[in-house]
């Protein structure tokens, strides 16, 4: 079945260092793709998306491309700060009935920035 | 322009108990979801709603029961509690059933069986 692989945490950075958090999926077609933020004691948080193929997702600084020759989402931040700690989740609606819809999550990838 | 919200905020509870938890979902949006997220994993889906009728659901025992009202808000029943109900339970809406959408999800309600 469908499901999404994100590398395993924590990570943990100093500020204004690179971030990359892998994630892979497997899907039937091709499905749009998210990355959600969860924020401590918070519920989730749409990130960014991309709905095709070598599409780039952005927002707040972190980008993400959709390799369907990869089948990979990985996110990315050039100059992290503190106030991006949190935990961050791949996500992907598998096809059911011929449409989209719950959303699999990946395990999440919690980051942590030291000032 | 309000998000989803959820209530109540905490909840402890005993085994054996049941309990409702309610999600109001964003304006303008008429399909709900519901994900446990137990500490530590992520979220796992539950069920979903669209026009009051439960559309999808998730790997979940019939303990965990739905319902979703004209206005499209939405409850979530959980009977005959278990410690491994513990979690955060999230709702999330979207603009509509079978469409690819994004949702958008509530702060989640901790729920803790003793």
């Not at chain 1, 989740?89 to 942590?112: D, E, H, M, R, V």
Request: hydrophobic share 30%; with cysteine.
């Amino acid at each position: 079945g469908d499901s999404v692989t994100q590398m395993e945490g924590p990570v943990t950075l100093s500020e204004e260092a690179f971030l990359t958090i892998n994630c892979t999926y497997t899907a039937t077609g091709y499905p749009s793709l998210f990355w959600y933020v969860q924020y401590p004691g918070e519920g989730l948080q749409l990130l960014l998306k991309a709905t095709k193929a070598d599409d780039k997702g952005s927002n707040k600084g972190f980008e993400a491309t959709y390799r369907k020759e990869t089948t990979s989402f990985h996110l990315e931040k050039g100059s992290v700060q503190v106030s991006d700690s949190a935990v961050y989740f791949c996500a992907l609606p598998p096809l059911y009935g011929g449409s989209q819809g719950n959303l699999i999550f990946g395990k999440g990838t919690k980051l942590s920035v030291k000032p | 322009d309000a998000g989803v919200t959820q209530s109540p905020t905490h909840l402890i509870k005993t085994r054996g108990q049941q309990v409702t938890l309610r999600c109001s979902p964003k304006s303008g949006h008429d399909t709900v979801s519901w994900y446990q997220q137990a500490l530590g994993q992520g979220p796992q889906f539950i069920f979903q709603y669209y026009e009051e009728e439960e559309r999808q659901r998730g790997n979940f025992p019939d303990r965990f029961s739905g319902h979703q009202f004209p206005n499209y808000s939405s409850e979530l029943n959980v009977n005959a509690l278990l410690l491994g109900d513990s979690a955060l339970y999230l709702c999330a809406s979207s603009l509509s059933f079978g469409v690819t959408d994004t949702q958008y999800f509530g702060p989640g309600t901790r729920l803790t069986v003793l």
